[in-house]
């Protein structure tokens, strides 16, 4: 999920998340304080994969802060655990192939500026992006398909004073969501199924670690430590349809992709239409049929999702997406505390790279300001 700053983060009918995601997180928020998103016996350290050549100088510092962060280190480390703990080798290879280079390969379909705005074209005539929407909702800058323009690890985890912005932010959201997506696949097996494992773990931790992948090509850093600006394609972040492209430029199933495309809106209660429109606009730019893909089925009175009875799949992608919940209330906390310190962008960037919004939102409400500014001092002296 990528909530605007200036919007309200808390969905209406989501107030038994706030306590689930404001819990667990608090459960995490004392080894992220320390540095350390996860205890260090739970998952072995393991190197950063390499970053891409030919970053912007923007790109590339972010980059170096997300590497210089034991947090970032941790927490890419349990991704690449739960990425491991995906039992079909294929889909475990391509989540772990993704990670390692999170490349946008859909672009590879459009090499020239003729054919990405023809494309441009036709979603605004379909009416995926509005008609004013720039080339860069679908094609942001530096994307041409063969490379990716920043690491998986150095990516922010939203827009501007929303939720995980800074470098490895994207990392920590993952981390987070995937994490909660095998809670809650376990609950359900406990509550309804008698401890039988029903809900498929694969397409559970594969579908949150997917399913803001393309965050790494929509949200790039700027020369001041701000970040690129995000369109909207089917009334939701670009980043999110961006990414079912990419999930069906990649081979997965239609089983996958509508789980993925379930986490801005669960596939229930009037919102089918939209995830019906995020599947249609993804197979679109990723040069695909929607039907004959195995998304989409005509009902007799228009386009509904292909599977009779959507897979629990995708609603537990939905209610794994609830990160933002607890983290963008940190952020609006935060960043106006931390403009004491130091009025630079890339300053901020460093320390919330190192600590998190959460974890120093968590410190601010129980040891106040002087406890808060001891903690940014020292992770400053750190750095």
């Not at 605007?4 to 995601?21: H, K």
């Not at 919940?325 to 960043?335: K, Q, R, T």
């Not at 403009?339 to 960037?349: C, E, I, K, P, T």
Request: hydrophobic content about 45%; glycine content about 6%; overall charge negative.
């Amino acid at each position: 999920m990528c909530v605007d700053a200036t919007r309200s983060a808390l969905p209406n009918r989501t107030t038994f998340l706030s306590s689930i995601v404001a819990g667990s997180a608090f459960a995490s928020v004392a080894f992220a304080a320390a540095g350390s998103a996860v205890r260090a016996d739970a998952v072995a350290p393991i190197a950063l994969p390499d970053p891409p050549t030919g970053m912007t100088a923007a790109n590339a510092r972010a980059a170096a802060i997300a590497a210089s962060s034991p947090f970032v280190a941790a927490t890419y480390a349990r991704i690449h655990a739960l990425a491991n703990s995906i039992v079909d080798p294929e889909l475990r290879a391509n989540v772990a192939e993704l990670l390692a280079d999170p490349k946008p390969t859909f672009a590879a379909r459009y090499p020239t500026d003729e054919s990405r705005r023809a494309l441009l074209d036709i979603c605004v005539s379909a009416g995926y992006v509005a008609a004013a929407a720039p080339l860069a909702t679908i094609f942001p800058p530096n994307t041409d398909g063969n490379r990716a323009p920043q690491p998986f690890w150095s990516a922010a985890g939203s827009y501007n004073g929303s939720h995980h912005a800074y470098p490895g932010g994207l990392a920590v959201h993952e981390n987070f969501n995937a994490t909660m997506a095998t809670e809650f696949a376990s609950t359900y097996d406990t509550v309804y199924f008698g401890g039988t494992q029903a809900i498929d773990r694969d397409v559970a931790i594969g579908a949150a670690l997917y399913h803001d992948v393309m965050k790494t090509i929509v949200f790039q850093w700027n020369d001041d430590g701000t970040l690129f600006p995000e369109g909207n394609i089917g009334d939701t972040g670009a980043h999110h349809v961006l990414s079912g492209a990419e999930a069906i430029s990649r081979g997965r199933s239609p089983r996958f992709v509508i789980a993925l495309l379930s986490a801005h809106a669960a596939p229930s209660l009037g919102d089918e239409a939209k995830v019906v429109t995020w599947c249609r606009a993804a197979a679109l730019i990723a040069g695909v049929d929607p039907i004959t893909y195995g998304l989409l089925r005509h009902d007799g009175t228009g386009l509904r999702l292909a599977p009779d009875f959507v897979p629990i799949e995708a609603f537990v992608n939905h209610l794994s997406d609830h990160d933002y919940v607890l983290s963008v209330h940190a952020m609006h906390a935060v960043l106006p505390e931390l403009a004491r310190h130091g009025a630079d962008r890339w300053y901020s960037n460093d320390v919330l790279a190192k600590r998190s919004a959460i974890a120093l939102y968590w410190i601010l409400s129980t040891g106040g300001r002087p406890a808060f500014d001891r903690e940014v001092e020292a992770a400053v002296r750190r750095s």
